[in-house]
């Protein structure tokens, strides 16, 4: 079969008035725009996947994409979200609390779409840069505001702490993602002697350090972004090296334990919130996230195979809160923030195998060397971290951090692999 004839009608009659290419180039600037959209605003991101999923489907070869769902990289995500759909069936939570816990998981369908759309288009490069052009101008952006509370968007307290837009949460994740990023460019180009570019990188990535440090960060990022950094020495330093930047990243982070009172102040909260919840039920950050991982497990382990249905957490907590009203033990949620709880109290065993398996597949996609093959590494290592203390696969900013990331590099990817294994010689 023919692409234009698996193309649908409409398809074909805008074939007609646009060229192949320019509909391409459509696709991916909206693309680009999500990237650039990503760190300031939810409407924006939501608005140009909506266009992006209508340009790129006009160019579709329906044939190829649905073989190409074959791939685990592509139906896992799909039958996760086929999971959620089908836990509706068996919840008791009422259908509109069920119908809302399932938008969560679609945008995980966006990724086959990005895998096979950019492993065609020869602007994933672009994709990825406009997402850390976009959060160099978000730091500089915060830089202001913590100088000037006046100029955020955001509340008085928030805007004290230099956030303008989003939390600071999500923007701990981006300049954490985009700070260790760097490192693999970085060393690359001080090894080709290239010391102009790598200082104009380096002095970027410090930027979003710095910014961390003495302005605002989220304890997630503080205990992910070490793993982060020895997973890139792990993979791409020699022992030596390694060892030397070890020994410098102990020094810096005492310098900035004792410059930074913000610093200070946050790994201090780790050990007075835990005294706090357990000495005094007081519902503190540490507290409640460990009395709802305490009570998810319950949960789990009342219906450890399929779980208690999708949209079922709220009302299990409910069932469950205890104590006074203002108490760790009263709280009521949602979200157990943790992905694999969130996952098995909805979804039991079979949601538990069918996450770490997608994770695990798009872990196996980026074996190898190379800028986006690391990229694409380093946001799956992110999520599968950062996801130990945040449903971070299901919240909308770092689920498509995950999404964009991982579907644009992982198209990149192949391609690239495609283009090896065409250019390999025959065996005898």
């Given at each position: ?35 650039l ?24 070869d ?27 069936l ?58 000037d ?41 001080l ?75 946050k ?33 789990f ?56 398996a ?5 872990l ?41 990331g991982v ?22």
């Amino acid at each position: 079969m023919s692409a234009d004839a698996a193309m649908s009608p409409i398809s074909r009659v805008l074939r007609l008035r646009l060229s192949p290419a320019t509909w391409v180039t459509i696709a991916d600037v909206f693309a680009v725009l999500t990237a650039l959209a990503l760190p300031w605003s939810t409407s924006l991101v939501a608005i140009f996947v909506l266009c992006w999923l209508g340009s790129a489907a006009l160019m579709l070869d329906y044939g190829i994409y649905l073989q190409s769902l074959k791939r685990p990289i592509c139906f896992l995500p799909f039958a996760l979200v086929a999971l959620a759909l089908l836990g509706t069936l068996w919840s008791d939570a009422p259908w509109g609390a069920r119908l809302y816990a399932v938008s969560p998981t679609i945008k995980l369908l966006v990724l086959p779409g990005l895998f096979y759309h950019f492993e065609r288009s020869a602007r994933g490069m672009w994709v990825l840069s406009a997402f850390l052009v976009s959060c160099v101008l978000l730091v500089v952006m915060s830089s202001v505001v913590a100088f000037d509370p006046a100029v955020s968007l955001k509340p008085v307290e928030e805007a004290a702490r230099g956030i303008f837009v989003k939390n600071y949460i999500d923007q701990s994740q981006e300049f954490a993602l985009c700070a260790v990023a760097l490192a693999y460019p970085i060393i690359g180009l001080l090894r080709a002697k290239k010391i102009r570019l790598a200082l104009l990188l380096g002095a970027i990535a410090v930027g979003f350090v710095v910014n961390m440090t003495f302005v605002t960060v989220s304890r997630t990022a503080m205990v992910t972004m070490p793993i982060m950094l020895a997973v890139f020495a792990l993979l791409h330093l020699k022992w030596r090296t390694s060892l030397m930047i070890f020994g410098m990243v102990t020094l810096l982070s005492g310098l900035a334990w004792t410059t930074s009172p913000q610093l200070r102040l946050k790994t201090e909260s780790f050990f007075t919130d835990y005294r706090l919840y357990k000495t005094g039920n007081v519902p503190t950050s540490i507290g409640i996230r460990l009395e709802f991982w305490r009570k998810s497990l319950r949960f789990f382990m009342e219906a450890p195979f399929i779980g208690h249905g999708t949209g079922s957490t709220r009302g299990l907590f409910e069932q469950a809160a205890t104590g006074i009203t203002y108490s760790a033990t009263s709280q009521v949620i949602g979200n157990p923030h943790n992905q694999t709880l969130n996952v098995a109290v909805q979804w039991g065993t079979i949601g538990v195998v069918l996450l770490y398996a997608m994770w695990l597949v798009h872990l196996l996609l980026f074996r190898g060397e190379g800028l986006v093959a690391w990229i694409g590494l380093l946001v799956v290592v992110q999520n599968i971290f950062t996801s130990l203390f945040n449903s971070h696969l299901f919240d909308f900013h770092e689920g498509w951090m995950y999404v964009l990331g991982v579907g644009v590099a992982g198209g990149m990817t192949l391609a690239a692999k495609q283009r090896r294994a065409s250019t390999e010689p025959f065996g005898p």
